[in-house]
């Protein structure tokens, strides 16, 4: 039935699409394709000082979006050939369904994705590896790209499709000054059984109302039993082939681990509310409360520090990238997520150059600075990292962001994600998932868990038909 949805609502895009006037027209030119291929014709749209327009598709919101309006300002300074425009799509779903109902003449240059959906991408039959790109480029301007962060937007031949853009992992914010009134350290915190613990502890002892908020975001199960060291899905997490089915309850250590969390999540809500409501928002409602110190911790991103920057905080707070479910976790590292660039396919060698050529300029250091500074993402170049006014930054604003740096960087190689083409089903489910146990703590965990592998499954065998 998703799937059934999913495709309603790209035929009414599809339907809606318009393609974007221009006062001066277009042009037809003949070009060679980007890689060898036969001639084609390319129709252009100029802008009125006869440079070539390129559009940029993205999902972020209405603050991140003012540094992207400036990003785009900077490119179209930098040269004369190109003039690129952000334009937002609404969320993530509806970007992606909209990429999907395009033609291949009204697919954007540009677009955002995550890498947790880079073999979405590689399957897709609109994205435009950029590898290709990089290949034929003299600069070899990726050679300091992070080998952890390379990977997360390669296929598993090691061809990048995608580039980072801003790099975030999933984590806790937490009231530093408060934990230690209690009498814990940043050490106490380690998997989600001793998070757990310290929250109710802090609710009980009279700290505070709640101990914890929760991201309404499915990633968040995925990354922990990521780290725990247990496999989402079958064919080596999706590394050594298609997945063919969740593993939520086939595999033994899976199983163990999902219930593990599940039950210690839905423990929050059993006897008395340990954390606020699962689905509270996140800018509106849980940092109001952990600014008043009414929430100790919240598990969300480290990309929020640009929302508590703006509010007057009278403590020190720190973030600490997810750890597994215990303390018996596999991994100590912690994954590299965040937000890519990826090019489209659109049949035109002169935009996909430019399309090129503008994430090559996103991806320098002074570029890389200003969009790290104002969304509290990490680089992903020791010389972005290494620069002054970021080390400056990090020192005044997000002391505890190094942390994330080392996890990141510092991760083991074997640390991954799952790797399958329907990504975003997984996450669904899994928010659906958490729901059903906030709503119902005392309920059949294993039948829930049942009903979010259903899910999980049926997508599956949707995408590998």
């Given amino acids: 039935m998703k799937k059934i949805l999913a495709l309603i ?3 009414i895009m599809a339907a809606s699409l318009v393609a974007c006037g221009d006062e001066t027209g277009t042009e037809a030119e003949n070009a060679e394709t980007g890689n060898g291929g036969e001639q084609v ?9 006869g440079r070539i327009k390129l559009s940029w598709w993205t999902n972020y919101g209405t603050v991140i979006y003012e540094t992207l309006m400036e990003l785009c300002n900077r490119y179209n300074e930098s040269q004369d050939k190109y003039y690129i425009q952000c334009e937002r799509q609404g969320g993530a779903i509806e970007l992606k369904a909209k990429l999907q109902a395009s033609s291949r003449s009204n697919l954007p240059d540009v677009f955002n994705g995550t890498p947790a959906t880079t073999l979405y991408y590689v399957n897709s039959s609109f994205t435009k590896p950029i590898q290709d790109y990089i290949d034929e480029d003299a600069d070899n301007w990726t050679a300091d790209l992070y080998g952890g962060i390379r990977t997360s937007y390669s296929d598993a031949d090691g061809k990048m499709w995608g580039y980072p853009f801003g790099v975030s992992t999933t984590g806790i914010w937490v009231n530093a000054d408060l934990l230690e009134r209690a009498g814990y350290t940043a050490n106490d915190l380690n998997g989600f059984e001793n998070i757990v613990k310290v929250a109710k502890a802090l609710v009980d002892d009279g700290y505070v109302q709640y101990g914890l908020g929760f991201y309404k975001n499915g990633q968040l199960l995925t990354d922990v039993l990521s780290v725990q060291g247990v496999q989402v899905v079958d064919n080596d997490n999706g ?3 298609e997945p063919e089915k969740c593993l939520y309850i086939d595999d033994p250590d899976t199983y163990a681990a999902t219930y593990k969390y599940l039950d210690l999540f839905a423990s929050l809500y059993r006897e008395k509310p340990y954390a606020m409501s699962y689905g509270s928002d996140v800018n509106g409602e849980i940092v109001p409360q952990f600014v008043a110190e009414k929430c100790a911790m919240f598990i969300a991103t480290n990309s929020y520090v640009g929302k508590l920057e703006t509010m007057n905080i009278d403590f020190n707070y720190i973030f600490i990238p997810t750890t597994g479910v215990d303390e018996n976790a ?16 659109t049949g035109s060698p002169t935009r996909m150059q430019g399309a090129y050529d503008f994430i090559k300029f996103l991806a320098q250091d002074e570029n890389q600075a200003l969009y790290c500074m104002a969304t509290g993402y990490i680089p992903y170049t020791p010389s972005c990292a290494d620069r002054d006014d970021f080390k400056a930054w990090v020192a005044e604003t997000f002391p505890s962001s190094t942390l994330i740096s080392d996890r990141i960087l510092n991760a083991e190689e074997d640390l ?11 996450v669904n489910a899994n928010v659906s998932l958490m729901v059903d146990i906030f709503s119902d ?5 294993k039948a829930k868990i049942q009903t979010a592998t259903d899910s999980v499954n049926e997508a599956i065998e949707i995408f590998n038909l």
């Avoid at 596999?330 to 396919?345: H, I, P, Q, R, V």
């Avoid at 991954?416 to 997984?426: G, T």
């Fill in 9 to 11: 609502m790209a035929v």
């Fill in 416 to 426: 991954k994600q799952p790797y399958l083409s329907c990504a975003v089903d997984l």
């Fill in 239 to 241: 590394y050594s082939g």
């Fill in 41 to 49: 014709d390319e129709e252009l749209t100029y802008t009125s000082d």
């Fill in 441 to 445: 703590p005392n309920g059949d965990i």
């Fill in 330 to 345: 596999k991994f100590s590292g912690a994954l590299s997520e965040g937000t890519g660039m990826y090019m489209a396919d």
